[in-house]
């Protein structure tokens, strides 16, 4: 697939994080921000603003992994010049896709909706990521409140505890994927067709989507209460848990009666062997009498003792690694990705989802550094840009 050119007005993390693939893959990526208001200190993306200082004051850590590769544009889309530049780009360079993350109902105000760019360029593919979709076109969304609304808070955590977030940021995440799943089913569309067409992604649908273990047993005679949080230990398989050892933490998960089997085949296990805990609705049903036994076995041996002594009877165990040990974990040390700032320090990034080929990527942008050069690329002489410059339409 030739490369292809990504418009994507952008900010925080989920939209960003979909564009990153495309800049993965080699294609152009132009993400376009506001220009500032009067007395605007903190112009763009807020994220730009967010974490440890790394290249400057607009290019903080929390900014710059998803962003590493891209150009950055800033337009004023209230003003009608504004408007006409982004569509004379969208036409002129041209743009394959256009994504956003504004509020659906801003998309017509700003001269972004569907049917505005389409006619711009009728091969183009629009996609509008949002909290809740077009239909809930006034409902603002972040990660964390969608994590409580969606049911996530309320399966995570100590069953005793508070609910609890994710480690990770998982419902962006999950919607910057769908994002990016569902513009190349649209480029194989276009393929047949020609034509381009509008992508809707609501970050709650694509939460949902994910509640495959959970949703269903509602209907299946799940007891008041089942559906809940349940720490570290899976709620149907059993024992898959984490346990302390003697100098750490393991994390063991016997999935199946043959793996049952194996593990109290050991000698130093073999004091749980019982006729009516050689199913798992067996161990289910005496759980809190294993849970002890295991935790006391568990404690007596060094991590490493036992994965070795697991591994060698085909069990599934891990040591429970800090990001920093992820970090050097052969499977991804050997495909980091990487970019430099400006005073050639080298920035580990983590790897691409599957393999392309590309290790190394240019710096994040600072915020309008490219409006000048694709402003030059669709026609507009200096004098021209000076003088929208000086308007406030383009930074």
């Known amino acids: ?3 292809r050119t990504v418009l994507s007005l952008e900010q925080a993390l989920s939209l960003s994080y979909a564009t990153l693939r495309f800049v993965q893959l080699g294609w152009r990526v132009i993400r376009l921000e506001s220009a500032p208001r009067p007395g605007q200190r903190t112009p763009g993306d807020p994220n730009r603003y967010v974490g440890r200082p790394a290249a400057g004051p607009d ?3 929390y900014y710059l992994a998803p962003n590493v590769g891209k ?6 889309l209230k003003a009608p010049e504004g408007r006409e530049l982004l569509h004379r780009i969208v036409a002129t360079l041209p ?5 956003a993350n504004t509020l659906p109902r801003r998309y017509e105000a700003l001269g972004i909706d ?3 760019l389409q006619k711009a360029n009728e091969r183009l593919i629009w996609v509008g990521i ?3 979709g077009p239909d809930y076109p006034d409902q603002p969304g972040y990660d964390p409140a969608l994590q409580a609304l969606l049911g996530y808070m309320d399966l995570t955590g100590d069953p005793e505890g508070p609910p609890t977030l994710m480690g990770v940021p998982m419902i962006d995440l999950k919607a910057g994927d769908e994002v990016f799943a569902q513009t190349m089913l649209a480029l194989a569309e276009m393929a047949e067709t020609g034509r381009g067409r509008r992508i809707d992604v609501s970050m709650a649908r694509a939460a949902a989507s994910w509640l495959q273990t959970t949703l269903p047993l509602l209907d299946l005679g799940a007891r008041p209460g089942e559906v809940r949080r349940s720490g570290n230990e899976h709620r149907e398989f059993f024992p898959v848990n984490v346990y302390e050892t003697a100098d750490g933490w ?4 016997i999935g199946n009666d043959v793996q049952w089997r194996r593990l109290v085949s050991l000698p130093e296990f073999a004091s749980l062997d019982r006729p009516d805990r050689e199913t798992n609705e067996g161990r289910k049903a005496d759980r809190a009498a294993i849970r002890g036994e295991l935790r006391a076995a568990l404690r007596e041996r060094t991590t490493a003792d036992l994965l070795a002594l697991f591994r060698g009877a085909g069990l599934v165990a891990s040591p429970v690694l800090s990001v920093a040990d992820v970090r050097e974990l052969p499977g991804v040390r050997e495909h980091l990705t990487r970019t430099r700032l400006p005073d050639g320090t080298e920035v580990r990034l983590p790897p691409a989802a599957v393999e392309t080929g590309r290790r190394e990527f240019p710096l994040s942008p600072r915020y309008g550094e490219h409006t000048e050069s694709v402003l ?5 002489t200096l004098d021209e840009i000076a003088d929208l410059a000086e308007r406030g339409v383009i930074s």
């Open 114 to 116: 569907y049917e505005t």
């Open 130 to 132: 949002s909290a809740l």
């Open 95 to 99: 743009v394959d896709v256009f994504a």
């Open 71 to 76: 150009e950055a544009i800033a337009l004023d």
């Open 250 to 253: 393991l994390y063991l998960a």
């Open 1 to 3: 697939m030739r490369p």
């Open 376 to 380: 030059e690329e669709v026609g507009l």
């Open 59 to 61: 290019r903080r850590s």
